[in-house]
């Protein structure tokens, strides 16, 4: 099974909503990444989980809330976004974080994320 | 820190073409790697092709090649014989920085094939 699964696939949520989104891989790999894709930009790392503990915020706001409960499972937790957060959430997963050689990432398809 | 140029914001090409996406690069490191991405309209980011620095040999990936020159610190990628369903974005992409695996990527080549 090489597939990361996510969900939903859209979102639409008002600024005081509390929603998650899910990430699930069954590929073994031990890191796993949120990427943040506004509307003809390129992704921006949000987050990176390598065996299951943060290792990476790249200066997220706190409103915007990442867990990992296992090794397969991603969340993000949303609470009070703004407009300008509406995006696609890429959720990724590689074999490791440290490791040299090709270790690509595999994407999975992304929750379209509209805040009104 | 490490830096992804692609020059090209759109490309056309005609079905059963060839066609090059530029992707030049900086970094410091001595290692590193190179990807290139395809992005539907869906979202989803399909991994293409893979270049290592210190790989001998250009990669290749069925219709998709590498044109790797390092002393350019240029990652073009070259898709042979065309097909509409390469209509996509494309994105060049390497690891931020050697003790991560989080990618930092160019801004990205919007493909269209015509039939």
């Known amino acids: 099974d090489t597939e990361v699964t996510q969900t939903p696939k859209h979102l639409v949520m008002g600024m005081t909503n509390k929603k998650s989104l899910k990430c699930e891989q069954h590929m073994g790999h031990r890191a796993m990444y949120w990427y943040k894709q506004k509307a003809k930009k390129p992704p921006e790392l949000m987050f990176v989980y390598s065996y299951e503990k943060l290792s990476i915020n790249e200066s997220v706001p706190s409103r915007f809330s990442p867990e990992c409960p296992n090794s397969s499972l991603l969340n993000l937790h949303l609470h009070a976004l703004q407009p300008e957060d509406s995006a696609l959430y890429l959720c990724?997963?590689?074999?490791?974080?440290?490791?040299?050689?090709?270790?690509?990432?595999?994407f999975g398809p992304g929750t379209r994320l509209t805040v009104l | 820190a490490q830096k992804i140029t692609q020059t090209q914001p759109g490309m056309f090409v005609q079905e059963k073409e060839a066609v090059t996406l530029d992707c030049t690069y900086d970094t410091s490191d001595p290692s590193y790697g190179l990807f290139w991405y395809k992005q539907p309209s869906s979202g989803e980011m399909i991994f293409l092709i893979y270049?290592?620095?210190?790989?001998?040999q250009n990669a290749t990936e069925g219709r998709y090649s590498l044109n790797f020159q390092k002393a350019r610190k240029s990652a073009n990628l070259v898709i042979s014989a065309s097909q509409l369903g390469d209509s996509a974005m494309y994105f060049c992409a390497m690891p931020m920085d050697t003790g991560r695996r989080a990618l930092t990527f160019g801004s990205g080549t919007r493909l269209q094939v015509q039939p």
């Open positions: 270049q290592g620095s210190y790989d001998q």
């Open positions: 990724a997963s590689s074999l490791s974080v440290g490791l040299a050689g090709v270790n690509e990432q595999f």
